[in-house]
């Protein structure tokens, strides 16, 4: 294709231009989900041609415009970036296959409104992937949230509407509470919000300053859920699953610990978080979110929000890598946006599908499921065993590299807590699927005789990212060695 | 000490209170308004204490033939010379319109010798005052049409209609 | 006649007024309001530029020069300001004819239109005027006219609410009468630049210095009156919220600003930075006031069950946003105030216009009667989301460009705390707007009326206003570095 920074900005512009269509195709359902998938294989090409610049060394770059003197608008592509994009590219139309099935299955209404809102938000998360500045990232960042509320409360009952509020509350205060005082105070210090390998803020103030506007950052990326302003993700579970899958497993969160791993990396530089006092301090909060996270997963029933405690937990692990401040837990934090987002999408993939085929979402009630849906069930095996860190499953190495960093920082303390919520994982994921294929089913359960799986489009798409799952710990490559240039100084 | 050359801006203080004390305590909307009035008067009497020169009188030109084109310019300097006369002059004493006609007689000896009082505070007050007939004029018309519309023109009762409603 | 323009600015408009008077039938007089209002738009517009190319624009009127004559002194804010004046009362006298139908009787409109153009030439005079009493004469222009525009209100209170504003607005005019004059008797001058640097002489000769503090006390506490800063803010929530609706989206748009601009003008022009804030520690009562203002009235506005009430307690939080940037006396916390004057003009116009149209189609601002207007009024509802999240300060909105300069300048200058207060302002400003936003999109509308949305001669007005407040947040160019020019300006002018 042509000029690379047409192709960045095409690959932001298209899910909108897809929205824009499934507005206009909003009578004809077939035409409108087409439109939908056609626009996320064409968005994922896109991304696909810019991942074999990054390979080569590039770094695509496009100016927008000057919104205030010396604040620019802008696109840079760099590995990291490339990262989420990959991700959020080729599972929004899986994605989008797994949520036709699920809509339709569900009966819901306002589908046109959901398939909207959807593109748009992805849109706003390629914007966060190839943002070229703080400024930039806190656009598509806010973009994201907005973007995301009428998804969330899409039932528009009064429990939605009360999620609704604690989602934009808690992540609008962080955000602008926390996050862009930490950006305004970073423009002040530094003179400029651009990206820069080794950071920009090296030498601009005291230690204790910017150790405290390290603290402003994570605590302000409200969207990386770490504890305590975590509240927002398992009230954004009253939406419907595929948002919860793509959002909140993929999108959303991912776009949380994404910035904070490119704030560490570009805006502080791992030299400078290592003599800073608060990064320590900051590791082992995200290790008790892990902890915590775990351990209220344990004691949730209803499927989802253990699912969403956990995908708290597994955010933490990546806030964890990014202030472990070495190369492998940059690494392996890095790995785990791919390995998590796949895991997990299985997992909540195969939650909507239980809910709509089998009509149950206590994970009490679905003992003995497994039998009417072995597929499913299945791959929410293989879901679990990423999430654990187990092989076949891709989890496994961004687990290693997790652990690797913690030695190099001579971190026991955090390996143990690692190693711990692998344990708390066994049981609370792996409690599912073994009591679905072996247990028998409730006194007044009504599961189906014979197989009565997901609707047809969901189960593809949960076999797709299931395959992917275990295909990531075959060839993990790809993204370690995008991780690998990010941490040699990438291709700058 | 209270000197009668200061007697003006005692008064001045005097109607200043008065006027604003009936604005804020009264409930009659027509009072207020009679207050608010009284409070501007004041303002008034401020300013065209401030431009009186002792012996000076009216400053409305007399024509003493010669001084055709320079009138303009008399007028002028003998007003900056006034004031520049009370920038010398302490702030609370009474000397301040003593050294003040003095100055100004020195100017006036060589202007048309005769003393005009500064007519800009005149001027200047001439329009207050239409500004202050004009606020009246319209705080009376909304005190008639809240006549009409409430049925009394004290504020306790009309709050108390607000409220009940 | 390009010459002249300064005074034509001003001239305009009021030359219409008494042709609108005349003219006495809604759809001529409204004519001649339009003519008023977009001849001083093209005429502010041509000035900014002036002045942006070629600096300060002296224009002594009837060429009687200063300090004897009056003359008219447009920098770079006096500009400014203008400009926001009129685009606003351009955009507001088209969004008037649909509204004032509506909500005023016919036989009034033409003095409606005749105390509209007032109103104009009043502000703008004040905004381009370079003599101290001649302030005061448009200042009491453009109140009365404002009086008598909030007296056509529907409600009653519309009665009660102007003539409370007519008694508080007389007195802060009255009090700023009074510094005038004791300016006036210790430096012989009513001219700004004249009395610039006649005021340092006296204080320095040590003869006049307690009259001039005096002098700036009542000017402080006349003008803040007239800004509404907390706690000389009581004749606004009543005004704007009574107020027939054209009316509250023209005033809540320029009224306070002329009077903010006329703050710094009196502080930075006039006194010099230097004196009021080392001298006379003006940032020392600004600044808490302005803190208080912004936490207070944000909480007081949560819970109004009344929109437009809500949005009047916030603009007066909001005015205690460009006050704030004022107090901190930095180029960029002067700057952030100017450009704030334009940002929330923008932002509360567009509010203010969308609750009009709401008023228009339900004939209520109470939120429970809002229910579902989300489906039923789209336009106008997103109208108002839109105006909103500038209010939250969404970046690439007006909003956020206001907060980017205020915390910079906070920051600047070491004062994390102030930083702390602009954004928890920020988040209490989502609060209110999305009570209305649930209402209007969460809830369902009960009855059978059916409810239209509101005509295109409301809504066009009113999204260019969304429109502006959104164009101005991603291109911001030209109103920063305007902005930033006129603080330097401001402060650079010492006597």
């Known amino acids: 294709m042509g000029d690379p920074g047409m192709i960045v900005l095409f690959t932001v512009l298209l899910p909108v231009i897809g929205a824009g269509l499934v507005l206009l195709l909003r009578n004809n359902e077939n035409a409108r989900e087409t439109a939908t998938l056609v626009t996320g294989v064409i968005t994922f090409a896109h991304v696909w041609a810019l991942l074999r610049l990054v390979r080569a060394g590039e770094t695509p770059r496009l100016d927008i415009l000057e919104v205030v003197p010396d604040v620019w608008l802008s696109f840079e592509v760099e590995p990291l970036g490339m990262v989420f994009a990959l991700v959020a590219g080729f599972l929004w ?95 002040v210090l530094a003179g400029t919000l651009d990206f820069r390998t080794g950071g920009i803020l090296a030498g601009t103030a005291s230690t204790g300053i910017l150790s405290a506007i390290l603290v402003l950052y994570v605590y302000g990326v409200g969207k990386a859920a770490v504890m305590p302003f975590h509240r927002w993700l398992p009230a954004a579970m009253v939406a419907p699953t595929p948002v919860s899958a793509l959002l909140h497993a993929v999108a959303v969160v991912k776009a949380g610990v994404f910035t904070v791993l490119k704030i560490a990396v570009y805006v502080f530089g791992i030299d400078l978080l290592q003599t800073l006092t608060t990064t320590t301090w900051l590791a082992w909060a995200a290790a008790a979110t892990i902890i915590l996270g775990s351990l209220v997963a344990f004691k949730k029933d209803n499927l989802k929000a253990r699912l969403a405690y956990s995908t708290i937990s597994q955010l933490s692990y990546i806030v964890l890598g990014a202030m472990l401040a070495n190369e492998m837990g940059i690494i392996g934090g890095g790995m785990h946006i791919a390995m998590h987002a796949f895991g997990k999408i299985t997992l909540f993939f195969a939650a909507g599908g239980i809910m709509v085929a089998a009509h149950e979402k206590k994970i009490s009630r679905m003992h003995g499921l497994g039998r009417t849906m072995p597929i499913t069930f299945g791959a929410f095996f293989i879901g679990s065993l ?27 303390g955090l390996l143990a807590v690692l190693m711990l919520s692998s344990l708390l994982g066994l049981y609370y994921l792996l409690e599912v699927p073994v009591k679905a294929f072996f247990f028998k089913p409730p006194e007044d359960a009504h599961h189906h005789d014979g197989i009565h799986e997901s609707p ?37 | 000490m209270i000197s009668f050359s200061l007697f003006n801006y005692w008064a001045v203080i005097v109607l200043m209170m008065v006027g604003f004390y009936t604005l804020i305590s009264r409930d009659n909307l027509v009072k207020k308004l009679i207050g608010l009035n009284i409070f501007q008067t004041s303002v008034i009497l401020m300013y065209v204490s401030f431009g009186k020169v002792t012996g000076g009188t009216a400053p409305i030109l007399i ?83 809240i006549n009409e519309a409430y049925g009394t023109i004290q504020e306790n009762e009309i709050a108390r209609k607000d409220n009940a409603a | 006649m390009s010459q002249n323009l300064p005074a034509l600015l001003v001239v305009v408009p009021m030359m219409l007024a008494p042709v609108a008077a005349l003219l006495n039938r809604s759809g001529p007089a409204w004519v001649a309001a339009v003519g008023g209002s977009w001849f001083a738009l093209g005429a502010a517009v041509q000035l900014l530029r002036r002045v942006m190319a070629e600096g300060v624009i002296v224009y002594s009127m009837g060429g009687w020069a200063a300090p004897i004559g009056i003359e008219y002194r447009i920098d770079e804010v006096s500009a400014f300001v203008a400009v926001i004046v009129a685009s606003i009362a351009a955009i507001a006298v088209l969004y008037a004819r649909t509204s004032v139908i509506d909500e005023i009787s016919e036989d009034r409109h033409a003095l409606f239109y005749a105390a509209f153009l007032l109103n104009v030439c009043g502000l703008l005079g004040i905004a381009v ?96 009156l007239k800004l509404a800063l907390f706690p000389l803010h009581l004749w606004l929530p009543n005004a704007y919220t009574f107020a027939p609706s054209a009316v509250t989206g023209y005033m809540a748009a320029t009224s306070t600003k002329v009077s903010v601009y006329l703050l710094m003008r009196f502080f930075f022009t006039v006194f010099g930075e230097q004196f009021s804030f080392e001298q006379m520690q003006l940032d020392m009562v600004l600044m808490p006031l302005a803190l208080v203002a912004i936490l207070a009235m944000s909480l007081v506005a949560i819970y109004q069950a009344n929109v437009k009430r809500l949005l009047a307690f916030s603009s007066v939080a909001q005015i205690g946003y460009m006050v704030l940037g004022i107090s901190l006396g930095s180029v960029l916390g002067v700057a952030a105030g100017i450009i704030h004057l334009f940002n929330h003009a923008v932002m509360k116009g567009a509010l203010f216009m969308a609750m009009g149209c709401v008023m228009y189609r339900i004939g209520s601002v109470r ?105 101005f947040g991603i291109d911001a160019g030209t109103t920063s570095s305007v902005a930033i020019s006129a603080a330097e300006t401001l402060l650079g002018v010492m006597p």
């Open chain 1, 93 to 187: 139309p899986i994605t989008s296959l797994y949520a036709i099935g699920y809509m339709r299955g569900h009966h819901e209404e306002n589908q046109t409104r959901f398939f909207f809102f959807f593109a748009i938000a992805i849109a706003g998360a390629m914007g966060v992937a190839f943002s070229g500045n703080l400024f930039t990232l806190f656009v598509f960042y806010e973009f994201l949230t907005f973007c995301t509320v009428p998804l969330v409360t899409h039932h528009q009952t009064e429990e939605a509407k009360k999620s609704g509020r604690i989602y934009l509350g808690i992540l609008l205060t962080t955000s602008v509470g926390l996050q862009l005082v930490a950006i305004i105070w970073t423009w």
């Open chain 1, 386 to 412: 990423s999430i654990i860190g187990l092989p076949p499953a891709g989890g496994a190495w961004s687990k290693w590299f997790l652990g690797m960093g913690t030695l190099e920082a001579s971190q026991m």
């Open chain 1, 456 to 492: 047809t489009p969901s189960l593809i798409a949960i076999c797709i990212t299931a395959a992917a799952t275990m295909g990531l710990f075959l060839w993990p490559d790809l993204f370690h060695e995008l991780m690998q240039m990010v941490v040699a100084g990438g291709a700058r």
């Open chain 2, 63 to 145: 024509e003493s033939g010669d001084h055709g084109g320079g009138d303009d310019h008399a007028a002028a300097t003998t007003g900056h010379e006034a004031a520049d006369a009370a920038v010398d002059a302490v702030g609370s004493s009474g000397e301040l319109v003593m050294q003040g006609a003095s100055g100004v007689a020195h100017a006036a000896a060589e202007s048309a010798e005769i003393l005009y009082s500064n007519p800009i505070p005149h001027v200047l007050m001439l329009t207050a005052i239409v500004v202050g007939v004009a606020t009246l004029a319209l705080g009376l018309s909304l005190v008639v049409r």
């Open chain 3, 129 to 224: 005027t370079g003599d101290v009493f001649n302030v005061f004469v448009f200042l009491e222009v453009s109140s009365l006219s404002a009086y008598s525009m909030i007296a056509l209100g529907q409600d009653r209170r519309a009665l009660t609410s102007a003539f409370q504003y007519l008694i508080m607005g007389s007195v802060g005019a009255t009090f700023i009468v009074i510094g005038v004059g004791l300016l006036f008797v210790m430096t012989g001058t009513l001219g700004m630049m004249d009395l610039a640097e006649r005021i340092p002489e006296v204080w320095a000769s040590g003869e006049g210095d307690r009259t001039i503090a005096v002098a700036f006390t009542f000017l402080t506490v006349g003008v803040t």
């Open chain 3, 367 to 471: 939120i429970e009667d809002m229910k579902g207007l989300g489906k039923a009024m789209p336009w106008t509802m997103a109208a108002f989301v839109g105006a909103g999240l500038s209010m939250i300060g969404v970046p690439l909105t007006v909003g956020f460009i206001s907060k980017w300069y205020l915390v910079q300048a906070a920051l600047a200058q070491g004062r994390w705390f102030v930083a702390a207060i602009v954004m928890v302002g920020s988040l209490m400003a989502l609060v209110y707007i999305w009570k209305v936003v649930e209402v209007a999109y969460f809830q369902r509308r009960e009855g059978e009326d059916e409810i239209k949305e509101a005509p295109l001669g409301l809504l066009i007005p009113t999204w260019a206003l969304v429109a502006a407040s959104f164009w």
